[in-house]
């Protein structure tokens, strides 16, 4: 099972920011928070990851609360092609060993 | 860099018939997977190998699936026989291998969408 929650779907407006949250309030130590998204009829795309602190990459940023129970990833400027599939995850960095379980994910619609 | 390789991309058989898909990893990636996504839902994995040996199938229903994956490097999922349910797109994914993933991401195919009528 996956060991996140997200909302089921959201909207936002073509220039705004989107805000996608996650829980993960059962995240281990030596676990990772990954962002994949979706877009129809293509496989999932990485977006981010984090540990602990705030990253940001020339996609998003990930904002991880200090407690590491939840975190938002940030599209600053949404725009039309960012329709789709949004996947929180949580997995150790190290891939070998580890399973990577999708759960359902948020549809983002994102609206001219 | 060539990305992770499938094909077919389309596959439509009836019940009861077989169906095999391929994946050709990135080069260098030891570890492979293969997700089912059913309309609407969110990747299942079915099967992850590391190298050629089998880290986790605890979710593939092995009275019907197999997958292989020889020499570590290119992989096979088949369905023998094939029913309405498995209806769906059949992902592959490879990553880099363990102590050596700058950030542990997963690399997708674009997927064979399996159609059972």
């Known amino acids: 099972d996956a060991k996140t929650t997200q909302p089921t779907s959201m909207d936002c407006a073509e220039g705004r920011a989107a805000n996608l949250p996650c829980n993960h309030s059962?995240?281990?130590?030596?676990?990772?928070v990954y962002w994949y998204r979706q877009i129809h009829s293509q496989g999932p795309q990485y977006i981010i990851h984090g540990l602990k602190n705030n990253e940001t990459n020339e996609m998003a940023s990930l904002i991880i609360t200090e407690d590491r129970k939840s975190s938002t990833l940030i599209l600053p400027h949404a725009t039309l092609r960012d329709t789709a599939v949004y996947y929180c995850?949580?997995?150790?960095?190290?891939?070998?060993?580890?399973?990577?379980?999708f759960g359902a994910g948020t549809r983002l619609f994102v609206k001219a | 860099e060539a990305g992770v390789a499938q094909s077919p991309r389309y596959k439509i058989i009836e019940k009861r018939q077989s169906v095999a898909f391929w994946c050709n990893p990135i080069?260098?990636?030891?570890?492979l997977y293969w997700y089912q996504q059913i309309l609407g839902q969110g990747p299942k994995l079915l099967i992850q190998?590391?190298?050629?040996?089998?880290?986790?199938d605890s979710q593939l229903p092995k009275d019907r699936f197999s997958a292989e994956r020889l020499k570590g490097v290119d992989s096979t999922l088949k369905i023998q026989p094939a029913k309405l349910e498995d209806s769906a797109v059949y992902l592959c994914?490879?990553?880099?291998?363990?102590?050596?993933?700058?950030?542990?991401?997963?690399?997708f195919g674009e997927g064979s969408r399996l159609t059972v009528l």
């Open positions: 080069s260098g990636h030891a570890t």
């Open positions: 190998f590391q190298n050629n040996g089998v880290v986790d």
């Open positions: 059962t995240i281990s130590g030596n676990e990772y």
């Open positions: 995850i949580v997995r150790p960095r190290n891939t070998g060993g580890f399973k990577t379980i």
């Open positions: 994914a490879s990553s880099f291998p363990p102590g050596l993933a700058e950030t542990g991401e997963l690399f």
